[in-house]
């Protein structure tokens, strides 16, 4: 069966360290692989995407890793922040529009 | 400012009742998407639609019914069939690019339905 895995538990971290998710599948050949950012109450948000022949990614503090061939990818925080608190998705995207999300990873940076 | 609403914020249902959660987008976007998400859980799809008067059931589409008779609205019934109806809901959109699929998904605020 398709599934769809994010670190199981809840990461808490120091501010100024690096935060790192794991999004691991099985079952699924996906085009391309998004994150999220979800705050409690409200509605995800984009933050990166990573397509099938990309390894790395890069937006300001946040990296991305996308292993096709271990069915994973990696997202980075890096100089965390009290702000980076939430929780965070990963997408798998189908050619046909249609995304498969993961259960997320909540995120705590203590000041 | 363009971006999608959801309306209402909490919804309050008897059980037995059917009830409707209104998705309104002003980006443009071809596709729109309605996801359930429970604690602890990813989301869920329930229904989607690439273009005005079609739509796809999702993995969870039993006890619920949508329409996309515009562009910019895509409304979700969620029927007395559906045995476990409480839950956040969200409503997202697509722009379409040709054959990309390199887009992300825009997400509406939410409606956060209670079964009394």
């Known amino acids: 069966s398709q599934k769809i895995e994010q670190n199981s538990e809840a990461l808490n971290i120091q501010e100024g360290k690096t935060a790192t998710l794991t999004c691991n599948y099985t079952?699924?050949?996906?085009?391309?692989l998004q994150w999220y950012r979800q705050d409690p109450g409200r509605g995800p948000v984009f933050l990166l995407l990573?397509?099938?022949?990309?390894k790395e990614k890069r937006k300001e503090r946040l990296k991305v890793t996308f292993d096709t061939t271990l069915k994973q990818s990696l997202f980075h925080i890096t100089a965390s922040q009290p702000a980076d608190s939430a929780t965070y998705l990963c997408?798998?995207?189908?050619?046909?529009?249609?995304?498969?999300f993961g259960a997320g990873t909540t995120v705590t940076v203590r000041a | 400012d363009g971006g999608i609403t959801q309306s209402p914020k909490y919804l309050f249902r008897k059980e037995g009742q059917n009830v409707t959660l209104s998705c309104e987008q002003n980006?443009?976007?071809?596709?729109m998407y309605w996801y359930r998400q429970d604690p602890g859980q990813g989301l869920r799809l329930i229904y989607y639609?690439?273009?005005?008067?079609?739509?796809q059931k999702g993995d969870i589409a039993e006890g619920y019914s949508v329409s996309r008779e515009k562009k910019e609205s895509f409304p979700l019934t969620v029927t007395s069939a559906q045995k476990n109806p409480t839950a956040f809901y969200l409503c997202?959109?697509?722009?379409?690019?040709?054959?990309?699929?390199?887009?992300?998904?825009?997400f509406g605020p939410g409606t956060r339905l209670t079964v009394l």
């Open positions: 997408a798998l995207v189908h050619n046909d529009y249609k995304l498969s």
């Open positions: 079952n699924y050949s996906p085009a391309y």
């Open positions: 990573i397509r099938e022949n990309e």
């Open positions: 980006l443009n976007h071809d596709a």
């Open positions: 639609s690439q273009i005005v008067n079609d739509f």
């Open positions: 997202a959109s697509i722009k379409r690019s040709g054959d990309s699929v390199y887009n992300e998904q825009f």
